[in-house]
Nanobody, 118 residues
């Protein structure tokens, strides 16, 4: 069974930084894409950043230049370095993994809460 687990959220002041981590565990899978989504109260879940197997990245315009997505040496690990955080970044952040587990599918973590407030 595939597990996707995020960590690293918390409370931070505006202008501060956090690093989110995501790790996938399981068997018989190939990682196609990993990414981060976020959902603020009353808002739709949105893509923050993703990275494919070749290292190509995408970012939401609102975070470009402030956030960096990267993969660890293990292909089942992904990070989101968040700098210059703003109150509008406050949300629950979810790790998404597009995997081949018999067939192509999306797997989600439970979310980690990020609160940016003074």
């Amino acid at each position: 069974q595939v597990q996707v687990v995020e960590s690293g959220g918390g409370l931070v002041q505006p202008g501060g930084s956090l690093r989110l981590s995501c790790a996938i565990s399981g068997s018989i899978f190939s990682v196609i894409t990993m990414g981060w989504y976020r959902q603020a109260p009353g808002k739709q879940r949105e893509l923050v950043a993703d990275i494919d197997s070749r290292g190509s990245t995408k970012y939401a315009g609102s975070v470009k230049g402030r956030f960096t997505i990267s993969r660890g040496s293990a292909v089942n690990t992904v990070y989101l370095q968040m700098n210059s955080l703003k109150p509008e970044d406050t949300a629950v952040y979810y790790c998404n993994a597009r995997l081949l587990v018999g067939s192509l599918g999306d797997y989600w973590g439970q979310g980690t809460r990020v609160t940016v407030s003074s």
